[in-house]
């Protein structure tokens, strides 16, 4: 899925760049709270860079500095989105590279994890825009599994989330599951692009259909996926 990460990337990098810099910076970002349309710029901005550096030192990067003035941020978000770009489609997605992901560590996924995250957040830009936001099917989908393979192992590893003593099963409409938690007995389902946004955190459960107990799915759901 290579080549259909870095379209993903690139496209919505460029929808991300277009999109602040015709609209006001200090917007609410309902779906991150307390940030405005500028934190999240400078968010994603950091997350292109730190990204690149982490590939090129192949080792986990310091945090980049961020632009001086809102007049920069444009400039700013572009070069660095463009300069990872250009990284990611020069590299060999088998090749071996630092990640906090687990073993094998290897190049591909840093495109899928760049893919992912800049996919979310010009869903958050957006949603805060009130513009149509939906996140691709097929991008959401992947999207699903990367938190089940990358994400709730690294959480359960490092303590931060408990296996559930009652769980899950989010069914997408390709057919696949995902089970969260042991003894499932409530099954969730829904478009990939809500079940991504829900698992995240952007959307209420309420936009998915429960089929057994709604606060066994409410309480699954709200697991962290990140600290």
Same mark, same amino acid.
């Given at each position: &899925? ?39 710029? &400078? @968010?994603?901005? @950091?997350?292109?860079? #730190? ?7 192949? !080792? ?15 400039? #700013? ?20 590279? #630092? ?7 290897? &190049? ?12 979310? @957040?010009? #869903? ?36 931060? &989330? ?12 390709? !057919?696949?599951?995902?089970?969260? !938690? ?7 389902? !829904? ?9 995240? @955190? ?14 066994v799915a409410r309480e699954a759901f709200s697991q962290a996926l990140t600290s």
């Amino acid at each position: &899925m290579a080549g259909e990460f870095l379209d993903s990337y690139e496209s919505d990098a460029s929808a991300f760049t277009e999109l602040i810099a015709v609209s006001d910076l200090n917007s609410a970002v309902p779906s991150c709270p307390g940030w405005r349309l500028r934190d999240l710029a &400078m @968010h994603l901005g @950091h997350v292109h860079r #730190w990204a690149r550096e982490c590939i090129e030192t192949d !080792g986990p990067a310091e945090r980049p500095e961020p632009p001086v003035s809102d007049s920069l941020l444009v400039e #700013w978000f572009s070069e660095g989105a463009s300069d990872l770009g250009a990284l990611l489609r020069t590299s060999d997605p088998e090749s071996a590279v #630092w990640t906090f992901g687990p073993h094998p560590r290897l &190049m591909s996924f840093w495109l899928r994890r760049q893919a992912q995250e800049t996919s979310m @957040h010009l #869903w958050d830009a957006r949603y805060a825009l009130e513009q149509p936001a939906q996140i691709d099917e097929s991008v959401a989908a992947d999207g699903i599994a990367e938190v089940f393979e990358v994400f709730i192992p690294r959480q359960l590893k490092r303590a931060q &989330m408990s296996q559930l003593s009652e769980g899950v099963r989010l069914s997408l409409p390709d !057919g696949r599951t995902f089970d969260l !938690g042991e003894n499932i007995a409530t099954e969730v389902s !829904g478009t990939a692009s809500n079940l991504l946004l829900a698992l995240w @955190h952007r959307i209420p459960i309420e936009h998915l259909t429960v089929d057994g107990d709604a606060q066994v799915a409410r309480e699954a759901f709200s697991q962290a996926l990140t600290s």
